[in-house]
């Protein structure tokens, strides 16, 4: 089954504590890419990545790192997470930039 | 720049009524893509479609419709004889396929309900 999945799904942490969110994808795509969902604000795009070894910095990416080592996996890593970092996040994939994206579940994160 | 407003933060209609949600975009590109997205209570998001700036037809799908309007710089959509199960969020996007640079920007999104 072609899909996107993300762990973990429900995180509480505490400022400061490095942690990483985990994307996967099954579909092959090239173009990737890391959203976090706050109220009033819709989505917005943190990081992406046209392939491997190539990312670049979406409309928020300031307190966040990916990498893309390998085509299926994008890790998001929050090196110093701090509260106003507390979101729902959301990975997503597609062949391309014009193309569909498929999300995986989200990750709700809470700093404290 | 790129930007994507959806002007409609949350509208509310009672079920069977028809309901548009509109979607105004900016881009300095003339190769771009429109997206839809909905997202229902449960929290994940879902396509619903895709349009390119060289395809202009008005689109239809069961109850869904969209209309995209270059000239006014919309792409909007429209649900007729909505149904309870038609609650989400819906957010539009806009993709500069082959522009500066490769973001992908979403509205803020509508919040949809639809009342029994």
């Known amino acids: 089954e072609a899909q996107v999945t993300q762990n973990p799904r429900y995180l509480i942490t505490v400022t400061g504590k490095k942690l990483t969110v985990t994307c996967s994808q099954n579909?092959?795509?090239?173009?990737m890419s890391w959203y976090r969902q706050d109220p009033g604000l819709g989505l917005r795009q943190i990081y992406y990545?046209?392939?491997?070894?190539?990312?670049d910095k979406g409309d928020v990416p300031e307190g966040y790192k990916v990498s893309r080592k390998e085509k299926r996996n994008f890790p998001l890593i929050l090196e110093s997470p701090s509260p106003n970092q507390t979101s729902l996040y959301f990975c997503?994939?597609?062949?391309?930039?014009?193309?569909?994206?498929?999300f995986g579940p989200g990750t709700r994160l809470t700093v404290l | 720049a790129q930007k994507v407003t959806q002007a409609q933060t949350e509208i509310s209609v009672v079920e069977k009524e028809d309901v548009t949600l509109d979607c105004v975009y900016e881009?300095?590109?003339?190769?771009?893509?429109l997206f839809w997205y909905k997202q229902p209570p449960s929290g994940e998001l879902v396509f619903l479609i895709r349009?390119?700036?060289?395809?202009?037809q008005n689109e239809i799908s069961g109850r869904y419709s969209w209309n995209f309007q270059k000239s006014t710089s919309s792409f909007n959509f429209t649900i007729t004889a909505s149904q309870v199960v038609d609650s989400a969020v819906y957010f539009c996007?806009?993709?500069?396929?082959?522009?500066?640079?490769?973001?992908?920007?979403f509205g803020k999104g509508t919040r949809l309900h639809i009342l029994p």
């Open positions: 997503a994939s597609s062949l391309a930039t014009e193309d569909t994206q498929y």
């Open positions: 579909m092959n795509h090239e173009y």
């Open positions: 990545s046209m392939n491997v070894e190539v990312t």
């Open positions: 881009t300095r590109d003339t190769t771009y893509y």
């Open positions: 349009r390119n700036s060289f395809d202009e």
């Open positions: 996007a806009l993709s500069e396929a082959g522009g500066r640079d490769d973001k992908i920007i």
